[in-house]
Structures are given as structure tokens and as C-alpha cells.
């Protein structure tokens, strides 16, 4: 054993690396700061861009028309982008894996189709056929993940011969009219339809969800903060807790006070706020969330760490198909009836837009299902105010067009500042 030289200078420590993380809690504000352009110059922009872009949005068009920033207008958007929106989340699992699914419009059609049928034409209980019609959607979904992922068919073929083989099961079970009139007066349709409020428009109903909404965050939050700080990991601080719980407060119980003042909060934006929730956090806070992610990231990295890439697959485009089934009776149940509207293709093109333009990545492995919302809301709020200048649809398309290129010329922009930073 050679012995150490007392003659010869040890070489300098060298310290430890640093987390970013760690510099919110340390320094304050200015970690704070440090942060958020460490994230800048790391291509790291998340939903930045498109509330930018939003609040521009609602500022040109108050701008024009002083009646578009009004109680009637908002709850116009709120009430039209569910639908589609429903539509969007199941596509956000689907583009996480860096896939298409365009099939969605067809089988929310084909949904709405099979519920009235089944519940108008064959006297089926409505709450009964719903669950079918949301069982068949998943199951359509999982024979097009399962064509994808067992037999190697690209699913980009694999939706598009679905786009059109699902459009004509739903032109043949309508029939000959190509129209089936909805009841609103009971069943589903009843909460789905504009004629149904939360708590039949009582304005207590919006603000009990505003607070339900506020006391579930700290109740996750500072959950997840304990948690961390037992295993001895970063965690946000409680100061950074309570800010952002006072920002969700202001922001829930604003949005209630805007509603109640016309006829409260819809069902249908009750409906996706939860679905919203319940999948953030199955991609946010379950291990078949992080294998999702995993596969949409690097599929061989996947594989080799023992995620079984054909379920994630099938899982995740029977989730998509589900979510079109759950979109597409949405969408009936505001038009009370299911005809050809309900399989429109537009509604699959905005679908994936509000889900790109939202902040999910095209290419895989980024993104979050409030993109859905964030992204409808957007396309909404360009077409309410389009309707109220009394432009026609076609001016909407460009408008939405050139928004989606735009958000899909950030996100290579950033996956490309993030290559070089080395975080991608």
C-alpha cells in the first residue's frame, strides 16, 4: 500500500453538482429567475406561448367588438369547446407516443350513431347504452392499436382506413335519413344538452366546484411536498405552494362569477375539467403514465428497460378511441341528434390542432393533457370572435391553420434549442 506524499498538494475538491431545482428554494426570487431563463435557454417554453397568444387573442378582439369580453360570450366558448375537446385528450396519449390517430371523428360519430339507435330506436335504457357506446369507442380503439402494435401496420394506415370504414358503419346505421333525433329531456342528453346547468344554473354550483377544484390542488400539493421532502429530494417550497393556490383561486372563482352572471357553469365543462384531471394525473402520477412517456421518448430504450411497448400501444389508442366516443355523444347531445355532423373531419383536424397548439409535441414524449383545453380555447375564442365580426368560417380555417403552423414551428424550434442545451 503506497503512502501519501505530505509534499505533494492534494487537487482541489471538486464541488458537488448542483439541481436548478434546488436554486428555487435557496435563493428566493432570484432563484426563481434563474430558473425560468435556465428554461428559456433551454428550449423548456411549456404552456408560455400559447396563454401569450391567448391574452393577445381576447385583447384584439375586445379591441373590435366591446361585447366580446362578456359573461355571454365566454360561456359560448366554455359550453362549444368540449366536445372536441373530449376528442383532443385521447389524442394527446395518442401524439405522446409520437402516432396519429385519425379515426377519431369517424367513431365519435359511429358512437353517437350506436346510442341512438340502441336507446331511441330499440327503447334501451339511455345510462345503459351510454356505457356500451363508451366500451365500443374504447374497443375500436383497441383494434386499431392492436393492428398497430402486433401486426405492424402504420398507424397513420391504420386510422385512415378506420376514418373511412368507421364513417360508413355510421352512414348505414343511421339510414336512409342520416338523422336521429336526440331527447333532452332525460338520460344523458339531459346533462349533455344546452338547456342543462350545473345545479339548474344556481350560482352556488360554480363556486362549490371552484373550491372543490382549490382545496384537491393543496391537497395534492403539499401532499407531494411531504412526501419529497421525506425521501429527501427537492421539493417547492410552501411559499411557492401558497402563491400558486392563491393564482388557482383568483382563477377558478373568476371563471365561476363570469358564468354564474349567465347561466352558471355547463355540464359539459364539468365533464372536462374531470376527465382533464383524472388523466393529468394518470400520465403525471402512475407508472403506466411514465411508461407512455418512456415509449413516445425512445421506444429501444423502452423495450430494453422492460416496458412492454405493444400495451402501452393498444392501451393508449383504446383511451383515444374512448375518448371519442365520449366526445362524439358530447357533441349529439348539444346538436340533440346524431347525424353526419358528428363524423364532420373538421372536427378531427381541430381535435389534433388544440392538442398541438395546447403544447404537445408532434414528435413524441412532451406534452400534457391540459393542452386539450388550453388548445380549444384558443381555437374557440378565434371563432367567437370571428362570428361576432361577422366573418365567415373560411377566415376561421386560415386563422386556425396559421396558429398551428405557428405552434408547430415553436416546438421544433425548441426541441432544437433543447438538443443543443443537451436536454433532449
Known sequence: MSEIDPNVTPPPAVPPPVDPRLLVREEGFRGYLTEFQRKIRGGDLGSLPVIVGLVIIWIVFSLQDSNYLTSANFEYIAYYMVGIGLLSIGLVFVLLLGEIDLSVGSVSGLSAAVFAVLSVSHGVNPWFTMVITLLTGAAIGALHGFVFAKIGVPAFVVTLAGFMGWQGFMLWLLGSTGTINLPTDSGPMRYLSGNSFFLGGDIAGGYILAGLGVAAYLFSAFGLQRRRRQAGVPYRPTTELAVRTVVLAVGAFGAAMILNRQHGVP??????????????????????????????????????????????????????????????????????????????????????????????????????????????????????????????????????????????????????????????
Open 267 to 424: 355540464n359539459a365543462m364539468v365533464l372536462f375539467m374531470v376527465a382533464l384531471i383524472v388523466t393529468n394525473f394518470v400520465l403525471r402520477r402512475t407508472t403506466y403514465g411514465r411508461k407512455v412517456f418512456a415509449v413516445g421518448g425512445n421506444i429501444e430504450a423502452s423495450r430494453r428497460a422492460g416496458v412492454s411497448v405493444a400495451m402501452v400501444r393498444i392501451t393508449v389508442f383504446s383511451i383515444s378511441g374512448f375518448f371519442a366516443a365520449l366526445g362524439g355523444l358530447t357533441i349529439a347531445g348539444q346538436i340533440s341528434s346524431a347525424n353526419q355532423a358528428g363524423s364532420d373531419p373538421n372536427n378531427l383536424m381541430l381535435a389534433i390542432a388544440a392538442a398541438v397548439i395546447g403544447g404537445t409535441s408532434l414528435f413524441g414524449g412532451r406534452g400534457m393533457v391540459w393542452s386539450a383545453m388550453l388548445g380549444m380555447l384558443v381555437i374557440e375564442s378565434i371563432n367567437a370572435g370571428l362570428y361576432m365580426l361577422g366573418l365567415s368560417n373560411s377566415v376561421q380555417y386560415m386563422i386556425t391553420g396559421s396558429v398551428l403552423l405557428a405552434a408547430v414551428i415553436i416546438d421544433s424550434l425548441s426541441r432544437r434549442t433543447q438538443k443543443s442545451a443537451g436536454r433532449a
